[in-house]
């Protein structure tokens, strides 16, 4: 898989970002465990804490499409380099990974970065 056509579709999504009140535009782009790519971005609400972010946008559309395991989530803000998940994203992330921890790429100065997933939420809360 190349990272760099994640993030570069994870770009493109976030470009309809409806972020009016952070002006903060996330997109993100989800592989299923099918193969399958699914993106999503943030979008606001004028009772700001129904705001959905960006990642969570993307696994909802994964989900929809019968996936029931995540295996990359790539991250784009055009507000910030290397954006990465909430705590809240985190734990959504969580329920859909892999135990080995799954890969999540940001975008570094030259390129990609990557991070397993477990460095960003070690002892994970699971069922
Ligand atoms: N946001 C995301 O979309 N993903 C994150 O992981 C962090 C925050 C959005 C939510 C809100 O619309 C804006 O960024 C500022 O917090």
Excluded: H, W
Aim: charged content about 20%; aromatic content about 8%.
């Amino acid at each position: 898989m190349d990272y760099q056509i994640l993030l570069d579709k994870a770009k493109e999504v976030s470009k309809n970002s409806y972020s009016p009140y952070s002006r903060f535009a996330v997109g993100a782009c989800v592989v299923g465990a099918s193969g399958n790519i699914y993106e999503g971005c943030n979008f606001e609400n004028s009772s700001y804490g129904l705001t959905i972010c960006a990642e969570r946008n993307a696994i909802g559309s994964a989900i929809a499409a019968g996936e029931k395991e995540i295996t990359a989530v790539a991250i784009y803000s055009p507000n910030s380099k290397d954006c990465l998940p909430c705590g809240a994203c985190r734990q959504v992330i969580s329920d859909f990974s892999s135990k080995e921890g799954i890969d999540i790429i940001t975008e570094g100065e030259n390129g990609p970065i990557v991070r397993n997933f477990n460095e960003l939420l070690p002892e994970r809360f699971r069922l």
